[in-house]
Antibody, heavy 113, light 109 residues
């Protein structure tokens, strides 16, 4: 069964950093596209970043230059390094695979305050 | 970045059929936008129903189907059930950069 588990969220001050992790099971991250999306309280879903199966990386405009997506194939884990955090980055962050591996976890909450 | 549009709300009768649509500010939605449909119930994580226009997951109820219709991506629900009441989000890809629509709140009433 395809599953992911996010972790690493927490409370951080504006300008601070956090690194989110996403451990996958039932599929491998290294040859699959992976995504991070987020949802601010009471709002809709917002796409944040993708890494393709062949390592191209894409970001939404508001996080480009501050967030970095990466993966560790040996740990079957996706990461999102978030630097220079802003109050408006406060959200639940979800990771998921692409295509047939597009299962989403329960999310990890990031609060910037 | 492109804007993805969805109906803000729709209502369907139990057992009825409804089609949700997903448009793009850039023009016609094609298979090259790799449309996804996700649903989310209050207090729960999102769940992908449809990917790449029309492919279903093992957990996707058979009553849901995805297609391209009139220049948009479409999600059709045939035989609505009370448990289908949720918010539905479409997700489109624009040469690697992706964007969600604002979501459609579906009421089964």
């Amino acid at each position: 069964e395809v599953q992911v588990l996010e972790s690493g969220g927490g409370l951080v001050q504006p300008g601070g950093s956090l690194r989110l992790s996403c451990v996958a099971s039932g599929f491998t991250v290294h040859n699959n596209g992976m995504s991070w999306v987020r949802q601010a309280p009471g709002r809709g879903l917002e796409w944040v970043s993708d890494i393709t199966y062949n390592d191209y990386k894409y970001y939404t405009d508001s996080v480009r230059g501050r967030f970095t997506i990466s993966r560790d194939n040996s740990k079957n884990t996706l990461y999102l390094q978030m630097d220079n955090l802003r109050v408006e980055d406060t959200a639940m962050y979800y990771c998921g695979g692409h295509g047939g591996n597009s299962a989403w976890g329960q999310g990890t909450l990031v609060t910037v305050s | 970045q492109a804007v993805v549009t969805q109906e803000p709300s729709l209502t369907v009768s139990p057992g009825g059929t409804v089609t949700l649509t997903c448009g793009s500010s850039t023009g016609t939605v094609t298979s090259g936008h790799y449309p996804y449909w996700l649903w989310q119930k209050p207090g729960q994580a999102p769940r992908t129903l449809i990917f790449d226009v029309s492919y279903k997951h093992s957990w996707t109820p058979a009553r849901f189907s995805g297609s391209l219709l009139g220049g948009q991506a479409a999600l059709t629900l045939s035989g609505a059930q009370p448990e289908d009441e949720a918010e539905y989000f479409c997700l489109l890809s624009f040469d690697g950069v992706r964007a969600f629509g604002g979501g459609t709140k579906l009421t089964v009433l």
